[in-house]
């Protein structure tokens, strides 16, 4: 059974701060890990992940995925309060229909 | 283009109630599936269908019912609701092979059971 775990589950840091959201997984067959934003709706994509040590880089986001330890890291750096949200991690398998398997997500908020 | 659209936006049940959420996609997409969103638990995937006549059961299939008649709708029947099935329902689509290999996600539906 795939598997995704975030951590940390919740986070509460100042503006301008640094944040790294983790994200590990267990999946048969991987083709690619998903980082999704959720504010008060659905999620919206972030990136898509497929190979080791490429950084996917947009404006203050970036994230970075290593095959060989199974897990994905989502950078926020000079944090904003607009950047407060729930951040999914998704991983999917080349099996069948390959479906997102998604973690529990975690919930940054980011003060003022 | 709409993208993904989701109907009620908002609904309150009495427990053995039915109902049926509505989904539909104008992108053309094959993949069609309906995710539960609990406080702690993620997304969990309830039903899902590769094309039109084909659906499967994800990870939480019970007391839920699907059909697709069409590419474009994906309706998710709850027979006889229990309030355990309060939660937020978001259906998404997506195709295979997409260059950006992601699903699009309707606005969802709010469902509470009394």
């Known amino acids: 059974e795939d598997k995704v775990v975030q951590s940390p589950l919740s986070l509460v840091v100042h503006e301008g701060d640094t944040v790294t959201l983790n994200c590990s997984y267990e999946?048969?067959?991987?083709?690619?890990l998903l980082w999704y934003k959720q504010e008060k709706k659905a999620p919206t994509f972030l990136f898509m992940l497929t190979s080791s040590g490429i950084e996917k880089k947009s404006g203050r986001l970036s994230s970075i995925l290593d095959k060989k330890e199974l897990f994905s890291i989502l950078n926020i750096t000079a944090t904003q309060t607009g950047d407060s949200a729930i951040y999914l991690c998704a991983v999917r398998s080349n099996s069948g229909y390959s479906t997102l398997t998604f973690g529990k997500g975690t919930m940054l908020l980011v003060s003022p | 283009n709409a993208g993904v659209t989701q109907t009620p936006k908002f609904q309150v049940l009495k427990t053995g109630q039915s109902m049926t959420l509505q989904c539909a996609q104008d992108m053309n997409h094959e993949y069609m599936s309906w995710y539960r969103q609990d406080p702690g638990m993620g997304l969990r995937l309830i039903h899902y269908s590769v094309g039109a006549g084909i659906t499967d059961q994800g990870e939480v299939p019970n007391g839920y019912n699907v059909s697709r008649s069409t590419t474009e709708d994906f309706p998710l029947r709850l027979l006889s609701a229990a309030p355990s099935q309060t939660s937020v329902y978001f259906c998404?689509?997506?195709?295979?092979?997409?260059?950006?290999?992601?699903?699009?996600f309707g606005p969802g539906t709010r469902l509470t059971v009394l």
């Open positions: 998404a689509s997506s195709s295979p092979g997409a260059p950006l290999d992601t699903q699009y």
């Open positions: 999946v048969t067959n991987f083709r690619s």
